[in-house]
């Protein structure tokens, strides 16, 4: 079952999902060390494509709350 994530009036689809995973690393539910989940099951957890999910795992790398590893993934 996909946990919705809603995005606020003006706010983009990817804006609140940053907002979403930048506040589960904020608030140690993500904590420092972990890995995201994959790309593609980050997808199907929030039910979006993987497009956005991309796009909003490259505005948490950009803005220092995750790094990429290639081959590894993403981790916080």
């Known amino acids: 079952m996909a946990e919705l994530i809603s995005p ?3 706010e983009t689809l990817v804006e609140a999902v ?3 995973l930048q506040r589960d690393i904020e ?11 994959s790309i593609r099951r980050a997808a199907l957890q ?12 490259a505005r948490l790398v950009s803005s220092g709350h995750a790094s990429a590893r290639p081959g590894s993934g993403f981790t916080v």
Do not use: E
């Not at 979006?48 to 795992?57: H, Q």
């Open 46 to 57: 929030f039910g979006m494509s993987k497009n956005t999910i991309v796009d909003a795992y």
């Open 18 to 20: 940053t907002d979403r």
């Open 8 to 10: 606020k009036k003006g």
């Open 27 to 37: 608030q140690g539910i993500l904590p420092a060390g972990s890995k995201l989940p």
